[in-house]
C-alpha cells in the first residue's frame, strides 16, 4: 500500500516522464544485468554491506582468456556511470527496499506491481470523475422536479392549517350554541365540524398518496389522478345524510302511529250513546276533515267525554290518598249546583257514596265550561265573530286543523302565551284552589308556575292539559260551524226529558222511571244546526 500512498499526489506528466524511463532501463537491462546489482540499493555504505557481487572477480584468473574486444564493452559501461545513477534513483523512487536488497529475480514481479498499482490509480480516479458527472447530471435533472414537490407539500400543508383554524372556529361555536341552548345553531355548527373533518380526512388520504409515491415524477397529479375513495367521499356522506333523514322521518311515523292508535282505543272505549253512529265514530278517529261539520262536532264532543273522566278519576284519586272526606266535598258541590234563590239542604246528599266521581265531574264540567258561549271564554272583549263571521269561521277550523294533531305539553313549552295557554291558565286556577293543591301535593308548585306563565310538566298538569285541549278544539269547532250550535245545560230538579238528556247510570231494561229527577248535572249539551242534539249527561235521582 506505501507505493500507492506516495504515487497518489503526483502530477500525470510525472508519471509518464516515471513511465518513460522505465522503458529506456528496461532495453538496457537485458545486456548489464550483472552490472546493475553492484550497486546497493539501500542507505548503508559500500563498506559495511557484504556484497552478493563485486568488481573485482574472484576467479579473475580463471577469465584472463577474454579477448580484448568484450574488456573495451565493459569499460564503456562502467563509464557511463551517471546514467547508471539515474536509473537507479528512478527504480528507488518507485520501489524503494526499506527491508534490504531484492534478489534478481524478483524484478519482475516488483515491476508488475508497479504497474498494477498505477492501473487501480487510475482505474478509481476514472470511476470517481464518472461518479462525479454522473452526480452533477442527475441533481440537474431532478432538481426541477423536487422544486415542484416542495411547492405542492408546502401548499398542501398550508390547506392543512387553514382547515384546523376552520374547524377550531366551527368548534367554538359548537360550544357557544349550548349555554344558552341553541338547537338551530348546535345544528349548523354540527355540520361545519362534521365537514372540516371530512375535509382533514380527504387531505390526509392525497398527503399518504404523495408520500407513497416518493420520487417518482409529478405527472398525472390533479383531479384526473384522485384516488377512488377521495371521489366517492362525498357520496358516502351524502347517503349517510339521507339514511339519518330516514330514521327520522321513521320514528316521527312511529309516533304518529302511536298518537293515532290512543286516540282510536280513547273513542272506542267510551260509551257510545244513542245518538251516536258508525260514522259518527269514524270522524273523531284521527281524522281531520276538509270543512267542519256536525259529525265532527259529535265526534270532538265525545272526547271531551273521555277526558273528563280521566282527569276525574285521577283528581278523585289523589283526594282519597290525601284523605279528604268525600262525603262532605260532594254536598259542597251539589250545594254550588242548586238554582239560584232555591234552598238546599248540605246535610243531606242526594248522591250517593260510590257515585262521588260524578259530583266531581259536574264540578270540573261547570268550571272548564264556563264562557264557552264567548269566542275567547271572556279572556277579552274580542267581537271578531260578529264583525267578521266569515272570516272568524275558517279561521277558527284553521286552528282546529292546525292543533288537533299536536301534543298540549310540546305547544306550550314552546308558546307558553299563547290564547290556548291563557286558557289553560284560567282553568287551572279556576277548577283547583290553593288550599286542595297543598292538600293533594304539600305545596304550591303548580300554582306558582301557571301564575308565572310556565305550564308544569308533571302527569297531573298533563290529565289537565288533556281535558283543556279537548275542550278548546270543541270550542274551535262551535265558531267554525254556521249556524253555530246552541248550548244547554240541565239545572237540578229538573224534569227528565229524554230527547236532551240521557243518564250517566245504566238503569235496569234501559228505560228511566217516570219520577226521576236531575240529582246534579254532569255535563252540558248541545243543539246543532242541523237538527240533531247531543244530550247533556244527568244524575237523575228519585223525587221523593
Not at 573485482?56 to 579477448?67: K, Q
Not at 392543512?160 to 367554538?172: C, D, G, I, P
Not at 293515532?260 to 272506542?268: F, G, I, M, P, R
Not at 272505549?269 to 251516536?276: I, L, N, Y
Amino acid at each position: 500500500m506505501l507505493p500507492n500512498i506516495l504515487l497518489r499526489p503526483f502530477q500525470t506528466d510525472r508519471r509518464k516522464k516515471i513511465s518513460r524511463r522505465k522503458v529506456e532501463a528496461a532495453e538496457s537491462e537485458s545486456e548489464d544485468l550483472h552490472l546493475r546489482y553492484f550497486v546497493a540499493f539501500n542507505r548503508d555504505s559500500v563498506e559495511k554491506q557484504t556484497p552478493r557481487f563485486t568488481l573485482r572477480s574472484d576467479n579473475f584468473n580463471r577469465h584472463e582468456g577474454v579477448d580484448s574486444k568484450r574488456k573495451r564493452e565493459m569499460a564503456n559501461k562502467v563509464s557511463n556511470f551517471s546514467d547508471l545513477i539515474q536509473r537507479v534513483a528512478a527504480s528507488c523512487l518507485l520501489h524503494p527496499l526499506a527491508a534490504g536488497r531484492h534478489d534478481a529475480d524478483e524484478a519482475p514481479e516488483n515491476r508488475a506491481a508497479e504497474q498494477e498499482a498505477y492501473d487501480v490509480y487510475d482505474s478509481e480516479e476514472e470511476e470517481e470523475d464518472e461518479e462525479r458527472e454522473g452526480l452533477r447530471v442527475w441533481e440537474e435533472s431532478q432538481g426541477e422536479g423536487r422544486a415542484e414537490r416542495v411547492m405542492e407539500m408546502e401548499l398542501l400543508m398550508g390547506e392543512v392549517f387553514e382547515t384546523v383554524s376552520a374547524m377550531k372556529r366551527a368548534y367554538v361555536s359548537l360550544q357557544e350554541a349550548h349555554c344558552p341552548w341553541d338547537s338551530d345553531k348546535m345544528r349548523m355548527a354540527d355540520v361545519a365540524v362534521v365537514s372540516e373533518l371530512r375535509r382533514l380526512g380527504v387531505l390526509r388520504e392525497r398527503f399518504r398518496r404523495r408520500v407513497g409515491r416518493g420520487g417518482r415524477g409529478s405527472g398525472g397529479r390533479g383531479p384526473v389522478a384522485a384516488t377512488l375513495r377521495e371521489v366517492v367521499a362525498p357520496y358516502e356522506a351524502a347517503v349517510e345524510e339521507l339514511k339519518r333523514a330516514v330514521k327520522a322521518r321513521e320514528v316521527e311515523v312511529e309516533n304518529l302511529k302511536e298518537k293515532l292508535k290512543s286516540a282510536t282505543s280513547l273513542n272506542s272505549s267510551g260509551k257510545k250513546g244513542r245518538f251516536q253512529s258508525k260514522k259518527k265514530v269514524s270522524c273523531s278517529q284521527g281524522q281531520v276533515a276538509a270543512l267542519p261539520a256536525p259529525d265532527l262536532f259529535e265526534g270532538t264532543m265525545g272526547v271531551v267525554k273521555e277526558a273528563s273522566k280521566s282527569f276525574t278519576g285521577l283528581l278523585l284519586s289523589l283526594m282519597r290518598s290525601a284523605h279528604w272526606d268525600i262525603a262532605a266535598a260532594v254536598r259542597s258541590i251539589e250545594a254550588a249546583t242548586a238554582v239560584t234563590g232555591a234552598t238546599a239542604d248540605t246535610a243531606i246528599s242526594v248522591v250517593g257514596s260510590h257515585h262521588a266521581k260524578y259530583a266531581l265531574e259536574s264540578y270540573v264540567c261547570r268550571k272548564i265550561f264556563q264562557g264557552f258561549d264567548h269566542e275567547t271564554f271572556y279572556m277579552d272583549g274580542s267581537l271578531s265573530s260578529l264583525l267578521h263571521p266569515d272570516q272568524y269561521r275558517r279561521d277558527c277550523f284553521a286552528q282546529y286543523r292546525d292543533m288537533k294533531a299536536m301534543d298540549p305539553v310540546e305547544l306550550l313549552g314552546i308558546l307558553p302565551t299563547c290564547h290556548f295557554g291563557k286558557f289553560c291558565t284560567k282553568k287551572y286556577l279556576a277548577i283547583v284552589h290553593p288550599k286542595m293543591e297543598e292538600s293533594l301535593f304539600g305545596d304550591l308548585e303548580h300554582r306558582r308556575q301557571v301564575l308565572a306563565g310556565n305550564h308544569p310538566r308533571s302527569h297531573f298538569y298533563s290529565e289537565f292539559l288533556g281535558l283543556a285541549k279537548a275542550v278548546w278544539l270543541l270550542h274551535l269547532l262551535a265558531f267554525s260551524l254556521d249556524p253555530p250550535p246552541g248550548h244547554f245545560e240541565a239545572s237540578r230538579g229538573a224534569d227528565f226529558h229524554p230527547q236532551y238528556m240521557e243518564s250517566v247510570i245504566r238503569l235496569s231494561g234501559g228505560r228511566v222511571p217516570a219520577d226521576q229527577i236531575v240529582g246534579i248535572p254532569v255535563s252540558p249539551g248541545f243543539k246543532l244546526g242541523n237538527g240533531s242534539v247531543i244530550k247533556a249527561r244527568v244524575y237523575l235521582v228519585s223525587r221523593s
